[in-house]
């Protein structure tokens, strides 16, 4: 069964630092794009970030640009997203997600979230 | 607010055919590919359609896509409760290097 798990959200003040991670299995890992999207309580979808098959290539929103580090670990078919500076607007479910096929951005397999709260 | 406009809300009733439109600009949609997201109650979002108009496998054909220019849309025909959910419209953008969603639509099944 294909399948993402991600885990390492909680409860963080402003200011500090949390990973995630997500775990992949059921699938080639290392033939995939993937990707972070949130979203905040009771609003849209926002994409994070997008990190290539061999992780030497990555994008990133605006809004978490030189805070944000997405990674992989493909001899762990493990995912992770660095996050710096933690402000309350990153307030989310963060959700990691894998592109259909040979596309980079349809999103078809996403894990089932975990809940990252920024508050002092 | 988003790059992407969508409608915030669309309701249709039970065996009708109901559209949701995304308008974008010639950096996102009008130079890439559209997909569209289901996204029901408390779970992740799940992909309708790819590449403007393709269906992923398990997707009923009652679920179609199509694009213009700027703009594309999202048709549902045969409306049935279950389709009652948030729809989402995303495309690349080439001036963010990003992913752009749309605001989402509610679609309420009446």
């Not at chain 1, 299995?25 to 972070?36: A, I, L, N, P, Q």
């Not at chain 1, 905040?40 to 978490?64: E, F, M, Q």
């Not at chain 2, 045969?78 to 990003?98: K, P, T």
Request: with cysteine; net charge positive; proline share 4%.
């Amino acid at each position: 069964e294909v399948q993402l798990v991600e885990s390492g959200g909680g409860l963080v003040q402003p200011g500090g630092s949390l990973r995630l991670s997500c775990a992949a299995s059921g699938f080639t890992f290392s033939g995939y794009w993937m990707h972070w999207v949130r979203q905040a309580p009771g609003k849209g979808l926002v994409w994070v970030s997008r990190i290539n098959n061999d992780g030497r290539s990555t994008n990133y929103a605006d809004s978490v640009k030189g805070r944000f580090t997405i990674s992989r670990d493909n001899a762990r078919d493990m995912l992770y997203l660095q996050m710096n500076s933690l402000r309350a607007e990153d307030t989310a479910v963060y959700y990691c997600a894998r592109p259909v096929g040979d596309t980079r951005n349809a999103m078809d397999v996403w894990g089932q979230g975990t809940t990252v709260t920024v508050s002092s | 607010q988003s790059v992407l406009t969508q409608p915030p809300s669309a309701s249709g009733t039970p065996g009708q055919r109901v559209t949701i439109s995304c308008s974008g600009s010639s950096s996102n949609i009008g130079s890439n590919t559209v997909n569209w997201y289901q996204q029901l109650p408390g779970t992740a979002p799940k992909l309708l359609i790819y590449r403007n108009n393709q269906r992923p496998s398990g997707v009923p054909d009652r679920f179609s896509g199509s694009k213009s220019g700027t703009s594309a849309s999202l048709a549902i025909s045969g409306l049935q409760s279950e389709d009652e959910a948030d729809y989402y419209c995303a495309a690349w953008d080439d001036r963010l290097n990003g992913v752009l969603f749309g605001g989402g639509t509610k679609l309420t099944v009446l």
